[in-house]
C-alpha cells in the first residue's frame, strides 16, 4: 500500500529521541524504569516497552513511545499471522490516537483474514478518504465487499474504487482486471522482466505486487486452486521484504501454501 505521512510516521520519526531528552522528566517512571523502556525500546523489544509502561498516566511523555510500539508489535503479530492479536494491538493505537484511524490501511488487511469484512470494507472507505489515488486501497476494498454480506463481485465491480493516478507497475492493469474490463494476461504482461536472464530487485518487486493481486483476484472469484498458485509466486518465487511482500507470505501462511520443493 502506498505509505502517506500520518500521525504515526510523524511519531516514528520523533519518538525516540523526544523520550530520550524526557526520560528523567515523566515522574510516571523511576530513572531506572526509563532507562529500561528506552533500552528495549531501541533493541525493538516492544512486549517489554508495553509492560513497562502500562502504568503511565495519560498525557505522559512516554505516550510517544508507548504507542509507536503498540504499532509496531501489531505489525510484528500480523507478519506472525497472529491476527486477532495484531488487531488487538491496532485497536489499542488508534484508541490512544484517534485521528489515525482513517490512516490504518494495516488493521483493514487484518479486518480481511479475520474474516470481518464489513470492517475491512469500512476501513478500506475510510482510508479513501486520506489516500484517494492507491489502487491496492480500492483493491482491498473489492476483496471485502466481495465478502461481506449481501456482497458479490458484480456488486463489488459496480461500486469498484476509481483510481486514475496510481502510476506503480503495474497497479492500472490490476485495476482494469478487478473493473472486469481487464484480463490476467495483461497484469503478467506489464510485469514481463527483460530476456536478460538477471532478474532486477526492481523486476521482482512488480511480479511480487502482480502476483499477490492476482492471488487476491482468484480468491474473490472463487478460484482457490488459481490463487493458491499465485501466491506461491508472490511469497516464495519472487519474495519483497517490504509490508506486501510480507503479507504475500502471511496470505500463503494463513491459506496452507508452502514453497515448491528446492525453493526458498
Given at each position: 500500500?502506498?505509505?502517506?505521512?500520518?500521525?504515526?510516521?510523524?511519531?516514528?520519526?520523533?519518538?525516540?529521541?523526544?523520550?530520550?531528552?524526557?526520560?528523567?522528566?515523566?515522574?510516571?517512571?523511576?530513572?531506572?524504569?526509563?532507562?529500561?523502556v528506552m533500552a528495549a525500546y531501541?533493541?525493538?523489544?516492544?512486549?517489554?516497552?508495553?509492560?513497562?509502561?502500562?502504568?503511565?498516566?495519560?498525557?505522559?511523555?512516554?505516550?510517544?513511545?508507548?504507542?509507536?510500539?503498540?504499532?509496531?508489535?501489531?505489525?510484528?503479530?500480523?507478519?506472525?499471522?497472529?491476527?486477532?492479536?495484531?488487531?488487538?494491538?491496532?485497536?489499542?493505537?488508534?484508541?490512544?490516537?484517534?485521528?489515525?484511524?482513517?490512516?490504518?490501511?494495516?488493521?483493514?488487511?487484518?479486518?480481511?483474514?479475520?474474516?470481518?469484512?464489513?470492517?475491512?470494507?469500512?476501513?478500506?472507505?475510510?482510508?479513501?478518504?486520506?489516500?484517494?489515488?492507491?489502487?491496492?486501497?480500492?483493491?482491498?476494498?473489492?476483496?471485502?465487499?466481495?465478502?461481506?454480506?449481501?456482497?458479490?463481485?458484480?456488486?463489488?465491480?459496480?461500486?469498484?474504487?476509481?483510481?486514475?493516478?496510481?502510476?506503480?507497475?503495474?497497479?492500472?492493469?490490476?485495476?482494469?482486471?478487478?473493473?472486469?474490463?481487464?484480463?490476467?494476461?495483461?497484469?503478467?504482461?506489464?510485469?514481463?522482466?527483460?530476456?536478460?536472464?538477471?532478474?532486477?530487485?526492481?523486476?521482482?518487486?512488480?511480479?511480487?505486487?502482480?502476483?499477490?493481486?492476482?492471488?487476491?483476484?482468484?480468491?474473490?472469484?472463487?478460484?482457490?486452486?488459481?490463487?493458491?498458485?499465485?501466491?506461491?509466486?508472490?511469497?516464495?518465487?519472487?519474495?519483497?521484504?517490504?509490508?506486501?511482500?510480507?503479507?504475500?507470505?502471511?496470505?500463503?501462511?494463513?491459506?496452507?501454501?508452502?514453497?515448491?520443493?528446492?525453493?526458498?
Amino acid at each position: 500500500m502506498t505509505r502517506i505521512l500520518s500521525l504515526i510516521g510523524l511519531l516514528l520519526l520523533t519518538a525516540c529521541s523526544q523520550a530520550e531528552n524526557d526520560a528523567l522528566s515523566d515522574d510516571a517512571l523511576s530513572e531506572e524504569a526509563a532507562a529500561k523502556v528506552m533500552a528495549a525500546y531501541q533493541a525493538e523489544e516492544y512486549d517489554t516497552v508495553i509492560d513497562l509502561t502500562a502504568a503511565i498516566s495519560e498525557g505522559s511523555r512516554w505516550d510517544r513511545v508507548r504507542t509507536l510500539s503498540l504499532q509496531r508489535r501489531g505489525e510484528e503479530r500480523f507478519f506472525e499471522g497472529k491476527i486477532d492479536e495484531s488487531i488487538a494491538d491496532f485497536d489499542a493505537v488508534i484508541a490512544r490516537v484517534p485521528e489515525q484511524d482513517p490512516h490504518h490501511w494495516q488493521r483493514g488487511l487484518c479486518y480481511y483474514y479475520a474474516e470481518e469484512y464489513q470492517k475491512g470494507k469500512a476501513q478500506f472507505e475510510r482510508h479513501q478518504e486520506v489516500n484517494s489515488q492507491d489502487v491496492e486501497n480500492a483493491v482491498w476494498h473489492f476483496i471485502c465487499s466481495v465478502r461481506a454480506p449481501g456482497g458479490s463481485v458484480a456488486s463489488a465491480q459496480e461500486n469498484l474504487i476509481p483510481i486514475q493516478r496510481d502510476s506503480r507497475v503495474p497497479m492500472a492493469e490490476i485495476h482494469q482486471l478487478f473493473s472486469g474490463a481487464g484480463s490476467v494476461e495483461d497484469v503478467l504482461a506489464a510485469v514481463k522482466p527483460n530476456n536478460d536472464n538477471a532478474l532486477s530487485e526492481t523486476e521482482r518487486n512488480h511480479l511480487c505486487y502482480a502476483h499477490l493481486y492476482l492471488a487476491l483476484w482468484y480468491e474473490a472469484i472463487g478460484e482457490q486452486e488459481k490463487s493458491n498458485e499465485h501466491i506461491q509466486k508472490a511469497a516464495y518465487q519472487y519474495p519483497m521484504d517490504h509490508y506486501m511482500g510480507k503479507t504475500a507470505l502471511v496470505h500463503a501462511k494463513l491459506r496452507g501454501v508452502k514453497p515448491k520443493s528446492g525453493a526458498n
